[in-house]
């Protein structure tokens, strides 16, 4: 389905882990093309949110469509929807260590392409353009679960990379990077602007958030809070303070101590 239909649409959306709550009635659209950021203190429910949109579990009331299609567990066990439906979605998750598996990096990274049958040659010379792309070719060969937490999460995000998907979920894509691996991830996301590459990404990187995002969602209790451009919601201190998105610095002036809200100053990233 195509036209107005969003590519994501959440009405109601309840879901826990036995008993626990994590997402309470949050209703969501989400359009073709868009650069969606989730904001929210840790436990808020980015990380489920996006476990829901890359189907890996089902909301326990309510109801999630993608184009058009109710998201049922029965549909994404079938093999003719699951197959071009993970072609088409893509989840990096917070813990690299989750999604890491194979003997070596360039397994990991050959690992979806080969089960979806692509050629041999066509295999080894996308991984390799992609190794390349994000700076990994010297560490093809090492095992994954051997690499610093950043490498790690470098190599995750190659091994969907690798398959060019149309829906990128990111769960904190640049915590843990260095800064030139940061702006690197950022430039991909800031490049897929205006294209038909739809970025949900999770962060709490403030300043981050106007170069991957053209829309906002700030989440409270597995909630919708807030929601409006980046400027809007990051000007919103009352809103940033209350969802622990920013700090009260506290400071002792004449020796009396009190505390008054702190924002990391924004500043874009060099090229
Ligand atoms: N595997 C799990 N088992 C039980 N409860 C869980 C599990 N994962 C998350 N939760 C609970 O669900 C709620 C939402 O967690 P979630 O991981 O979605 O939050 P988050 O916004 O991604 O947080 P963070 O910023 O720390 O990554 C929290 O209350 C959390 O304790
Ligand atoms: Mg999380």
């Known amino acids: 389905m195509t036209g107005t239909t969003p590519l994501f649409e959440l009405r109601d959306v309840c879901f826990d882990y036995d008993g626990i709550p994590a997402l309470r009635k949050l209703s969501l659209e989400i359009n073709r093309g ?16 996006l476990r829901l949109l890359d189907g890996l579990c089902s909301p326990s009331q309510g109801s999630l469509r993608f184009d058009g299609q109710q ?3 029965q549909l ?22 989750v999604q890491l598996f194979n003997p070596t990096v360039f397994d990991e990274i050959a690992f979806a392409p080969l089960q979806l ?3 041999k040659e066509q295999v080894v010379s ?20 051997r690499l610093s937490g950043g490498e790690k999460k470098r190599v995750a995000l190659a091994s969907v990379l690798v398959l060019d998907p149309e829906v990128l979920l990111l769960d904190e894509p640049t915590a843990t990077l260095d800064p030139r691996s940061q702006s690197q991830i950022i430039d991909l996301i800031q490049d897929w602007k205006g294209s038909s590459k739809t970025v949900v ?3 709490h990187q403030l300043e981050i958030v ?10 409270e209790d597995g909630n919708v809070a807030a929601m409006g451009s980046p400027a809007e919601i990051l000007s919103n201190h009352e809103l940033l303070l209350r969802a622990n998105l920013v700090h009260s610095h506290r400071h002792s ?14 500043s874009k990233h060099e090229h």
């Open 117 to 119: 049958g692509w050629s």
């Open 253 to 266: 002036h004449n020796g009396v101590v009190h505390s008054h809200p702190h924002v990391h100053s924004h």
């Open 76 to 97: 994404l066990q079938r093999d003719n929807f699951a197959l071009p439906f993970r072609r088409r979605v893509a989840l990096v998750f917070q813990n690299p260590d």
């Open 71 to 73: 998201l049922t567990p």
């Open 210 to 219: 106007e170069d991957i995002a053209d829309r906002v969602i700030v989440l």
């Open 126 to 145: 996308r991984v390799e353009q992609t190794l390349e792309y994000m700076r990994l070719t010297t560490l093809s060969d090492r095992p994954p679960y």
């Open 34 to 49: 868009e650069r969606l950021s989730l904001l929210g203190a840790n436990g808020s429910g980015k990380s489920t949110l």
């Open 201 to 203: 990404s999770a962060t």
